[in-house]
Nanobody, 117 residues
Framework: QVQLVESGGGLVQAGGSLRLSCAAS????????MGWYRQGPGKQRDLVAT???????NYAAYVKGRFTIFRDDAKNTVYLQMNDLKSVDSDVYFC???????????WGQGTPVTVSS
């Protein structure tokens, strides 16, 4: 079973930047999607950004132009570069991995992001 280990969350002032990283514990499928979701207390888990193994990206509208998702397949790692952070970006961010066309999805343990205004 694939384990996803996240890092890079923390406290930052509004307007600042953070880079989240998520490393898969073992080799992953050649056709897959990886990404990031966010979740607040008592709320559903919402899409932030995803990237497929062939490089197609998908972003939530409110992060376009501020966040960039990219991946390093040699390291089985996906990144989320977050710039111009706002207080509304504060949440717990979860890494996601799934095989395209498959039925299983994997989640990281979550990393908190707090943006102070």
């Amino acid at each position: 079973q694939v384990q996803l280990v996240e890092s890079g969350g923390g406290l930052v002032q509004a307007g600042g930047s953070l880079r989240l990283s998520c490393a898969a514990s073992e080799s992953i499928s050649r056709t897959n999607v990886m990404g990031w979701y966010r979740q607040g207390p008592g709320k559903q888990r919402d899409l932030v950004a995803t990237i497929t193994s062939d490089g197609r990206t998908n972003y939530a509208a409110y992060v376009k132009g501020r966040f960039t998702i990219f991946r390093d397949d040699a390291k089985n790692t996906v990144y989320l570069q977050m710039n111009d952070l706002k207080s509304v970006d504060s949440d717990v961010y979860f890494c996601y991995y799934a095989v395209l066309g498959g039925t299983s999805a994997y989640w990281g343990q979550g990393t908190p992001v707090t943006v102070s205004s």
